[in-house]
């Protein structure tokens, strides 16, 4: 059974820096992307960022210059530095994976529980 676990979310000024992880586990044999999707109320959930295993990155506009997604492949970690954070930024932040696990080969649609993010003086 794969699952994906967050940490790092949590309230932070305008202006801020969070840290968000996501670990993989499982009997997972090979990741394919890591990435990030947040959903705001009211609004439908979207990408934040995406890694592939190879380090090729992609973001949403919104986020270019201010978040940068990161790998461990070792540790099948993946991690969003979030800085000059604003309040537009608030939202549940989701972890995503495709990856390819013992049990079911490859599925490219793993998600994690989430994790809030609240930008707010």
């Known amino acids: 059974q794969v699952q994906l676990v967050e940490s790092g979310g949590g309230l932070v000024q305008p202006g801020g820096s969070l840290r968000l992880s996501c670990t993989a586990s499982g009997r997972i044999l090979s990741i394919f992307a890591m990435g990030w999707y947040r959903q705001a109320p009211g609004k439908q959930r979207e990408l934040v960022a995406r890694?592939?295993?190879?380090?090729?990155?992609n973001y949403t506009n919104a986020v270019k210059g201010r978040f940068t997604i990161s790998i461990d492949n070792a540790k099948n970690t993946v991690y969003l530095q979030m800085t000059s954070l604003k309040s537009e930024d608030t939202a549940v932040y989701y972890c995503h994976a495709d990856l390819w696990s013992v049990a079911v080969g490859r599925r490219p649609d793993y998600w994690g529980q989430g994790t809030q993010v609240t930008v707010s003086s």
């Open positions: 890694i592939g295993s190879g380090g090729s990155t």
